[in-house]
């Protein structure tokens, strides 16, 4: 699935750049959330007019104007330049608040749908048709062929996107024609239910590979639009604002298809209707975002398009630790999410897990917000690490407690240890893309990198639920299910603890540091 998503470093003073065709602002970028604000001093950069290279602290190095060489060994086939960089550029006051609703706002619909799907509607669907024997294996194998239509397409539209040219921008065309691809096969999954034969599983499967060919089509190249539009000090901020979109899109989402699946018992109609309807209306308001004008874009080309996935470990070593931990991450995450429906059920025996695995997702989702509101811009200052650890650490200890609920039945513990999975989540997401973005060398393919990063997202959405659910479908043979979820509530905190080991090799700036690479004389 892709949920998800993108950043660029480098940059002149992006800040402090008025758009184009307005008058300059004297008062920097918006902080939505007040608890940080802009350093006030100036920090003078070093100028050299007859080098064309500037060898940066993280070993990366600045390029001349032309922006076509990221260093020996890189991609050469960049087209943003520095000229493109200082038009990044976030109004204040209601104007800037607006900025990130259009911006975010595809995120917002993007999360919201693959998570009803993921967590309540698929589920649901899935076992309404070949029954509770069967459920976990087919759950564990449906989701997965979905998310391997997703690792294969997001790269490609991301780089497609880096190398198109039109008067509707780059990135918008491909978010218009993914959101219409995904709202036709969403419509066309509604129609499969209780009666449907058992064979028609894999017409659902069929249809979930058509919703999340235009989802990856669309988030692909949306995940350079971020990095196009903000400058590197607000990199945080911005993680922030991605991060409460997507919270208010799950929670929306499985409080919504939770409700109307429980009202309407074997029909999935009106829940396919509102996933399609939301994607749709999430989508609009992204369409009006201003994309700026790249002074150089390079023709697309099958062979470039192969180079490109090629990473230099001298330029991309921290973005490799990056790919990994959240990897690690994820892989945790999507070990369990798809199966708190079934544990609800046959583990804390709840008669209506729909209704209590919805109610699961929106307390995981609403305790996540706060945190991941002071996580991004706490992050700005602490570092990013700092987040991942607490995070992590959060969530690893939630699932032995998990453990302990598996063998000690109790629907009211359960709700609250999902709030506090849920904070480390906030803590993670506020801080995800701003990772990625932080360690990206200048003049990155930003769309194309940005979908590698994603597969490190959508990969463990393939992996994990199939691992789990070949675990409990072993275990539910054998009689002892209970078992089979200790084993994996177990491989989720062995997959954090692997995410904060491989973490630390990571050299992030902190927003001080980007302040005195990108001020001004």
Known sequence: MSVTQPLLGGGGGGGNQPLMGEAPSSSSTYDPTHIFKDDKHTVNRRKDNHNHHDRRE???????????????????HASMTDNDKDQRFVPSGLAGFMFYFKLCSF???????????????????????VGDDQKEKYNGIIPSLGAFMCLIMTPVAGYLSDHTSGRFGRR?????????IATLFLLGCMLFSSSSPFWSVWLVAVGLLGVQFGMAWSSGPYAGLLPELVPDEKFGV??????FAGACGQLVGALATGFLITATPGSFLGAYIFLAGILLLGALPTLFVKERHMSYIQPASFESFIKSFYLPANLYKNF?????????????????????QFFLHDIINIDNPEFYSAMMVVIIVVSSIPSSLIAGPLSDRLGRKLMVYIS????????????????????????????????????YQAVDWAL?????????????????????FVLPQVLSPLISGFVLSYFRNLGDLKQGYTVVFSMTAFYLLLAT?????????TKQQLLQINAVE
């Open 58 to 76: 993280d070993g990366y190095q600045d390029i001349s104007s032309n922006g076509n060489n990221i260093g020996e060994g890189g991609n050469n």
């Open 107 to 129: 995120w917002f619909s993007d999360c919201l749908v693959l998570g009803a799907l993921v967590t309540v509607v698929l589920p649901s669907q899935i076992a309404s048709i």
């Open 172 to 180: 918008r065309p491909f978010i218009l024609s993914g959101s219409l």
């Open 238 to 243: 911005a993680s922030g604002y991605m991060a």
């Open 320 to 340: 490799y630790w990056i790919l990994l931990t959240r990897f690690l991450f994820d892989m945790a995450i999507y070990a369990v999410l798809p199966f708190f």
């Open 392 to 427: 992590t650490s959060i969530i690893a200890l939630s699932m032995v407690v998990f453990v302990f609920l598996s063998f000690n039945p109790s629907i009211k513990f359960t709700l609250v240890i999902a709030g506090f999975v849920g904070m480390g989540y906030g803590a």
């Open 436 to 456: 990625a973005l932080d360690v990206l060398p200048p003049n990155a393919d930003i769309a194309k990198d940005m979908g590698i990063w994603n597969i490190m």
């Open 501 to 509: 080991i491989f973490i630390r090799p990571v050299n992030v700036k």
